[in-house]
């Protein structure tokens, strides 16, 4: 940020998580001797160190798991079968995503001994697919890991097959732990505004990745998006309004940055004028929508326009937002959602391919030309864009 001449240039700390992946060793014992390539899922507590060994029940979704007696589960491991769809919009991710977070308390709730899981990912690799899970309170808590997809599929063919007597049985080792919360920070940085520097455009990303890959679509890519569109608006024309760049801490295990933000900042949050967050890989930007007041629309419709010739298309229903300006959205920050082609993002989403080397330069390059367009007209826009009326002394 300071290379690229942003000003106010700081970091604000956040207590996170600190879990820790340790070993991880999977194989199927019977009927068949093989590895299998699995990865714990965040916040998953570990097996005992020489692991645990049961046969394995698949099952197809949590509500077939729900309407299994208990004793059809109590001792197993529960495999969920679910093979997540391949869409432009992410709508594929957002069915999938509650088995990842509650499938593990579903199961050991009715006394699985672990939860393993087909990987929420489009491609057909060995690569696991990590992410984040919860523990309900009431639920023992029990290790969770996500399978390939590849091995998922042979898993389910194997057990499908062996309902005549040849149990499959896996053996699983998990060293997870959960430590003491560590310390992390935001990282903010300023492009100042000009005669209404009071008001804030906040642009947000985030920093922290899964361990597994190197973090470059998720979210290298989105860091790269807002830095490079707020770096061309600052080369352009100063914006009437501050253009402030956020890059968060621990979206993906626990949402620690956002909180903290919405937190330190809730005296100013009624300055936040819009907030806009790139976390959705390196797609090109294929929709546009804004969710704020009428005469913010007015705005954001003219922004939009400008960027049609980029092939960015003006939404009003629901589209896929970022999880850390959800939070800005809560406590009554205007939203854009710039919604980027996701179809590729979900086949190394969270692995050990999410690297570089699978980067779009190009796609890149359109979402940072249509961010810069966007933003640019909404920081210098003429219209009132808050919550508050112009003038009126903020909350
Ligand atoms: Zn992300």
Known sequence: MHDLGFANVHTESVQVRH??????????????H?????????????????????????????????????AAVQGKIVYVHHVMRRTDTGAGYDDSVDIRRDAASAAGRKGAVALLLRSLGTDAT?????????????????????????DGDSLHRLVTAATSGHPVRVHLVLGCRTLP??????????????????????????????????????????????????????????????????????EENGEAGARTYVHQHHDELSHHVV??????????VQVARYEGTPTGAVAFERAVALAQRYGVRLRHEPVRGGIDTAHLGRAGVPL??????????????????????VLDDEAIDQAVAVWALVVGELASAGENLGRTTEGQAPR
């Open 336 to 357: 854009v959602v710039l919604r980027q082609d996701m179809s590729r993002y979900f086949d190394y989403h969270h692995t050990v391919n999410d690297t570089p080397a």
């Open 181 to 250: 919360d560590a310390s992390g920070v935001n990282v903010i940085g300023e492009i100042p505004g000009t005669d209404r520097a009071d008001q804030i455009v906040l642009l947000g990303a985030h920093l922290d990745s899964w361990d597994l890959g190197t973090g470059a679509l998720d979210d290298g890519a989105g860091v790269a998006i807002v830095l490079a569109s707020a770096h061309r608006i600052m080369q352009s024309r100063p914006p009437r309004r501050t253009v402030r760049v956020v890059l968060f801490a621990n």
């Open 34 to 70: 093989r590895p299998l390539a699995v990865g714990a899922l965040g916040s998953s507590v570990g097996t005992p160190a020489e692991g645990i060994d049961a046969e394995v029940l698949d099952v197809p979704s949590l509500e077939a798991l729900a309407a299994l007696p208990d």
């Open 126 to 150: 060995r690569a696991p697919h990590t992410g984040s899970m919860v523990y309900a309170t009431d639920a023992p808590r029990i290790p969770a890991a996500a399978v390939s997809t590849a």
């Open 275 to 284: 907030a806009i967050e790139a976390d959705s890989g390196d797609g090109r």
């Open 19 to 32: 879990w820790d992946r340790g070993v991880t060793a999977c194989e199927l014992v019977t009927p068949v």
